[in-house]
């Protein structure tokens, strides 16, 4: 069974960068494309984008192009979700999850993670 | 941009049947999904491909499409399943992905 373990929560002031983490576990990491997801507080999901760990192929969503960077590491089975400048409107729940096809466009998730809350404030 | 549009409430007593709809310009042509959400939780898939039941999750979920028109349904709803439920789908290109606002369901 396919388990997604995500780094704790994150207190960090504006402007700061950060990286947050999600280990996959339980299956083979490199053939499943790991997705991150949004969710501001008291709000709903956000598909943010996806990237395959095999070859480190990576989709984004229209709002989060060059606002983030979704990378992942095959040789430690973990994915993750970089900010270079972080603002106030960053702050928000963020979970990974896997999509469970081999093949086609990954649309849709079978496992996530617990989710890293990320507050952004000065 | 393209959108899926979900009602942002849905209220029903125990033991009656909840529908919740999901509309968007691609669906007749892209699966939909379902995903329940609790306070505090992860999300978790309830319906794949329209009308497909994950293992595990209860036969009492059930899923439809038609149209422009996807629809969950829960018959014989528990206080269990109150939550917030989501649609997804894909744009038509398969170049992103995109939920729904979710839905509130309260079991009264």
């Known amino acids: 069974e396919a388990h997604l373990v995500q780094s704790g929560p994150e207190v960090k002031k504006p402007g700061e960068s950060l990286k947050i983490s999600c280990h996959g576990s339980?299956?083979?990491?490199?053939?499943?494309?790991i997705a991150w997801v949004r969710q501001m507080p008291g709000k709903g999901l956000e598909w943010m984008g996806i990237v395959y760990p095999g070859d480190s192929d990576t989709r984004y969503g229209p709002s989060f192009q060059g606002q983030v960077t979704i990378s992942a590491d095959k040789s430690i089975a973990t994915a993750y979700l970089r900010w270079s400048s972080l603002k106030a409107s960053d702050t928000a729940m963020y979970y990974c999850?896997?999509?469970?096809?081999?093949?086609?466009?990954?649309?849709?998730?079978?496992?996530w993670g617990q989710g890293t809350l990320v507050t952004v404030s000065s | 941009s393209y959108e899926l549009t979900q009602p942002p409430s849905v209220s029903v007593s125990p033991g009656q049947t909840a529908r919740i709809t999901c509309s968007g310009d691609?669906?007749?042509?892209?699966?939909g999904y379902w995903y329940q959400q609790k306070p505090g939780q992860a999300p978790v898939l309830v319906i794949y491909k329209d009308n497909e039941r994950p293992s595990g999750i209860p036969e009492r979920f059930s899923g439809s499409s038609s149209g422009t028109t996807v629809t969950l349904t829960i018959s014989g709803v528990q206080a269990e399943d109150e939550a917030h439920y989501y649609c997804q789908s894909g744009d038509i290109s398969d170049s992103y992905v995109l939920f729904g606002g979710g839905t509130k369901l309260t079991v009264l």
């Open positions: 691609a669906l007749p042509k892209k699966f």
């Open positions: 999850a896997r999509h469970p096809g081999t093949s086609g466009f990954p649309a849709y998730f079978d496992s």
């Open positions: 339980g299956y083979n990491f490199t053939t499943y494309w």
